[in-house]
């Protein structure tokens, strides 16, 4: 299991208890949980992602990090746009609004 996948289901025992819990608390399937274990969260939609933070109390950047290097989609930019990422994802704030633009 990826250290994403580990973290999260970590931090879902934690705070519920089981996934049963978290699943009747967040009212994201049983079935949805367990393939974020199996596949990773890549296949998580916006709208699930804020749900799961909100039931963890926490925000999309501490599970999903799309500026490094290594980063999908960074292929894809220029080199001014890479040093902008760069520059900008310091900033939470913006940082969020990027991650939603090239999801």
């Known amino acids: 299991m990826s ?3 580990k973290i999260l289901k970590e931090e879902i025992l934690r705070k519920y208890g089981s ?3 978290f699943s009747e ?3 994201i399937p049983r079935g949805s949980v367990y ?3 199996k596949r990773g969260i890549d296949t998580m939609t916006v709208s699930t992602l804020y749900t799961l ?3 963890l109390d926490c925000s999309p950047g501490d599970f999903i990090d799309l500026y490094t290097p290594q980063a999908l989609h960074m292929e894809l930019c220029s080199d001014e746009e890479r040093m902008l990422l760069q520059k900008f994802r310091q900033d939470e704030a ?3 609004a ?3 633009l090239i999801r």
Request: charged letters at 30%.
């Open 19 to 21: 996934i049963e819990k």
């Open 3 to 5: 250290t994403e996948k």
């Open 94 to 96: 913006v940082a969020n």
């Open 98 to 100: 990027i991650r939603l």
């Open 53 to 55: 933070c909100k039931a």
């Open 35 to 37: 393939n974020w274990f």
């Open 25 to 27: 608390a967040s009212g």
